[in-house]
T-cell receptor, first 114, second 113 residues
Framework: KAGVTQTPRYLIKTRGQQVTLSCSPISGHRSVSWYQQTPGQGLQFLFEYFSETQRNKGNFPGRFSGRQFSNSRSEMNVSTLELGDSALYLC?????????????FGSGTQLSVL | DAKTTQPNSMESNEEEPVHLPCNHSTISGTDYIHWYRQLPSQGPEYVIHGLTSNVNNRMASLAIAEDRKSSTLILHRATLRDAAVYYCILRDFSGGSNYKLTFGKGTLLTVNP
C-alpha cells in the first residue's frame, strides 16, 4: 500500500507570493491533517479535513487555508508569503481522524521564502 | 488545551534500555497518548499509543501512570537506528468538532555505539 505522498518536496518562493502544497493520503483514509514544523516552534497543528470538511483549525492566520477533494486528496494554500512561513509542512492521514488511530505522515514539503 | 512536557535531550548506549518520559498533567479523559519519532529529513513515524493501560508492540512499550498525568516510552534495547526526535502527543478520541492535537517539543535521543 502506498504511503502518504506530498508534492513538491522542495519549494522556493519570494515574499508576497502564494503557494499550494499537495497531499495524497493512504488509500481509504478520509482524514488529512496538516502541520508546520520549524526549529523554533516545533510541530504545530494547522488544520484537519474529513470528508471534504474542515473539522478543526489551529492558531494560524487566515492566510493559511486548505481544502479536501472527494478522493480525499488535500491541498494547503498560503497566500501573501512571509519570511516566517519558511518551514517544513507535513501532512498526515488516518482512516477517520479519531484519537485512537495511528497517523501516517508524509515526508513533507520544505518551503523556503526569500 | 492539554500540553505535554518532555526533556529536550537524552542519551543512551546501544543495547541498553531507554526510558523517555512525558508529562501531561492537564490531560483530559478523552485524550489518547501517542508517541511518534522523527529522523532528519523525514516525516514522523508512529511508535505506539494507549489510553489507560500499558501497551506493548514490536517497537516499544508504553507505561501510563495510574492518574494518566505522565507516561514513559520504553525502548527495551536501543539501537543506532533508534536515534531520533521522539514526540509525545495527545489526541482527543471524541473526534468531530472536538478534534484536538497537542504536541510536545520532543526529546532528541542520542544512541552511543
Amino acid at each position: 500500500k502506498a504511503g502518504v505522498t506530498q508534492t513538491p518536496r522542495y519549494l522556493i518562493k519570494t515574499r508576497g507570493q502564494q503557494v499550494t502544497l499537495s497531499c495524497s493520503p493512504i488509500s481509504g483514509h478520509r482524514s488529512v491533517s496538516w502541520y508546520q514544523q520549524t526549529p523554533g516552534q516545533g510541530l504545530q497543528f494547522l488544520f484537519e479535513y474529513f470528508s471534504e470538511t474542515q473539522r478543526n483549525k489551529g492558531n494560524f492566520p487566515g492566510r493559511f487555508s486548505g481544502r479536501q477533494f472527494s478522493n480525499s486528496r488535500s491541498e494547503m494554500n498560503v497566500s501573501t508569503l512571509e519570511l516566517g512561513d519558511s518551514a517544513l509542512y507535513l501532512c498526515a492521514s488516518s482512516l477517520r481522524g479519531q484519537g485512537g488511530e495511528k497517523l501516517f505522515f508524509g515526508s513533507g514539503t520544505q518551503l523556503s521564502v526569500l | 488545551d492539554a500540553k505535554t512536557t518532555q526533556p529536550n535531550s537524552m542519551e543512551s548506549n546501544e543495547e541498553e534500555p531507554v526510558h523517555l518520559p512525558c508529562n501531561h498533567s492537564t490531560i483530559s479523559g478523552t485524550d489518547y497518548i501517542h508517541w511518534y519519532r522523527q529522523l532528519p529529513s523525514q516525516g514522523p513515524e508512529y511508535v505506539i499509543h494507549g489510553l489507560t493501560s500499558n501497551v506493548n508492540n514490536r517497537m516499544a512499550s508504553l507505561a501510563i501512570a495510574e492518574d494518566r498525568k505522565s507516561s514513559t516510552l520504553i525502548l527495551h534495547r536501543a539501537t543506532l537506528r533508534d536515534a531520533a526526535v521522539y514526540y509525545c502527543i495527545l489526541r482527543d478520541f471524541s473526534g468531530g468538532s472536538n478534534y484536538k492535537l497537542t504536541f510536545g517539543k520532543g526529546t532528541l535521543l542520542t544512541v552511543n555505539p
